[in-house]
């Protein structure tokens, strides 16, 4: 019995030791989001065991997590819930009531999921509650794009889906079956679904036939540049939960190709190349970036030497940051949220300050005690106070701004 017992305890411990992380302490409810982050992690090693035994590559067990948390959209007595196709592009479309007779004209609400390009789904139950919420609260059309994932489907693939899907959806014929507004039109993501808006915002005002432009932009915790893997928040936040910088510089690689070269150069941050260097200026981080975001780090410009020649880092359609001062001032106005604790916190920062310089009207929504993909935390068990807080603020700009 003392034997068991022995071990029992030594099983506790060593539980007790894996799932603690050292998370800052102004970070709410921080057992449960190191017990969170304990099943990604042990998830993510899986992966890379599985990978390296050449049984199954790393993202196709990631995949484990979509899976997990998908759900079947359904029409309720708030919501009905179609599944349309865009030219060629899967949607869920989410609109109020139900449906038949005269309907006056809403808003609408494009929204793109995050997973690093690589997983995620529509039709996970975090985006159903947050697509739910906004058409009640907003009286609006929820379009949520299920567009290809890497790295079966790399750059361009995943922005190519969703900008034509956006397109179709942009047409008159299509906003009035909808009975949307076409002045009321935003388009919306989290993480890499944020990097996805961006570009695709950026896109939509540099097409000369473009009738219906967006009124906004909403980011939440965006990817926005693939230059610079080392500003302040990638150091500071390299180990946080949920997504550390090895995790987003593996997103960022597979993103592209499923060449390992990349992502070692990417670790080390070594991947610019003579194509991409003149760009460096618009992810200057000493440039861009205020003063309190800093902290005791120092700016060393990116190498730009004999770097894997993959062009498309430098592409404005994965990395917005890099588009040029006159491509951002007829962007619409711009919500961007971002956490403290995040790799990412620093592309949303430089991205909100350049586009004030452009004169885009920006609402900068920083939380002091936040953490990459918190927003998507708000079903038990992984249900957070701070998720539900980022969901009523987002959502209050989208009843103030669209």
């Not at 909100?352 to 927003?375: E, I, K, P, Q, W």
């Amino acid at each position: 019995m003392r034997s068991n017992g022995t071990i029992a305890l030594l099983l506790v411990a060593i539980s007790a030791y894996y799932v603690y992380l050292p998370i800052p302490g102004d970070i709410e409810e921080k057992w449960k989001l190191m017990i969170t982050d304990s099943f990604f992690r042990s998830l993510s090693h899986m992966a890379d065991l599985s990978e390296l035994l050449g049984l199954k590559d790393y993202m196709g067990v990631m995949m484990f997590i979509t899976v997990l948390e998908r759900v079947v959209p359904v029409t309720d007595r708030r919501v009905w819930v179609t599944e349309e196709v865009f030219d060629g592009v899967d949607m869920v479309v989410y609109q109020p009531g139900q449906q038949g007779g005269a309907r006056e004209l809403r808003r609408a609400v494009v929204y793109l999921h995050g997973g690093g390009w690589c997983l995620g789904s529509s039709r996970m139950e975090p985006y159903d509650l947050l697509a739910r919420k906004m058409v009640v609260e907003l009286n609006a059309v929820v379009i949520s794009v299920e567009y290809r994932l890497a790295p079966a489907h790399p750059f361009p693939a995943p922005f190519e889906d969703v900008y034509r899907g956006v397109r179709f959806f942009l047409q008159e014929a299509v906003l009035a079956r909808y009975s949307v507004d076409p002045t009321r039109i935003a388009v919306s993501g989290d993480s890499a679904g944020g990097n996805l808006a961006a570009a695709v915002a950026q896109k939509l005002q540099q097409e000369p036939g473009q009738q219906v432009a967006l009124k906004a932009q909403a980011l939440l915790y965006p990817v926005l540049q693939a230059l610079d893997l080392d500003t302040p928040s990638y150091r500071q936040n390299q180990d946080m939960p949920i997504l550390p910088r090895t995790l987003m510089v593996r997103f960022w690689s597979e993103y592209f190709t499923s060449d390992k070269s990349l992502f070692r150069a990417m670790l080390a941050n070594a991947h610019n190349s003579a194509a991409s260097a003149p760009l460096l200026k618009f992810v200057n981080w000493s440039s861009h970036l205020p003063e309190s975001f800093r902290g005791p780090y120092r700016y060393s410009a990116p190498d730009a030497g004999p770097a894997p020649p993959f062009g498309a880092i430098a592409d404005p359609r994965a990395s917005p940051l890099l588009a040029p001062d006159g491509a951002l001032r007829r962007l619409p106005k711009a919500y961007i949220l971002t956490c403290e604790y995040d790799v990412l916190r620093d592309d949303g920062v430089m991205y909100a300050t350049r586009l004030r310089r452009a004169g885009v009207n920006v609402t900068h929504s920083h939380y002091a005690a936040g953490f990459h993909g918190a927003l998507m935390f708000t079903a038990w068990p992984a249900d957070f106070r701070i998720a539900h807080r980022m969901t009523e603020d987002y959502v209050g700009w989208l009843r103030e701004n669209l």
